[in-house]
């Protein structure tokens, strides 16, 4: 069993950036995809960005190009930098992970609230 532990939300101006956190407790992620998730109030959740420790990084194409997605395998920890933030971004962003031949991602963290202000 995974724990996941996101940090790093919290209130930014359109804009703006912010460094969201993933702490998971496995000792070793090299076996997982990581990605991060959002979900905005009233819509359904969609994928940001994920990353495998081979070096592999998928973003979404409305997050191209202002989302990164980085890892440190030693801190067991994934991050989602976020730059340009827009009001409409607002929402609460999910880490995940899957075991590599998973199907699906297996793991959730409880999610942290970024909310873009105008």
């Known amino acids: 069993q995974v724990q996941l532990v996101e940090s790093g939300g919290g209130l930014v101006q359109a804009g703006g950036s912010l460094r969201l956190s993933c702490a998971a407790s496995?000792?070793?992620?090299?076996?997982?995809?990581m990605a991060w998730f959002r979900q905005a109030p009233g819509k359904e959740r969609e994928f940001v960005a994920a990353i495998t420790w081979s070096g592999g990084r998928t973003i979404s194409d409305s997050v191209q190009g202002r989302f990164s997605i980085s890892g440190d395998n030693a801190k067991n920890t994934v991050y989602l930098q976020m730059n340009s933030l827009k009001t409409e971004e607002t929402a609460v962003f999910f880490c995940?992970?899957?075991?590599?031949?998973?199907?699906?991602?297996?793991?959730w963290g409880q999610g942290t609230q970024v909310t873009v202000s105008s």
């Open positions: 995940a992970a899957r075991k590599y031949g998973s199907p699906a991602y297996d793991f």
């Open positions: 496995e000792r070793s992620l090299s076996t997982y995809t």
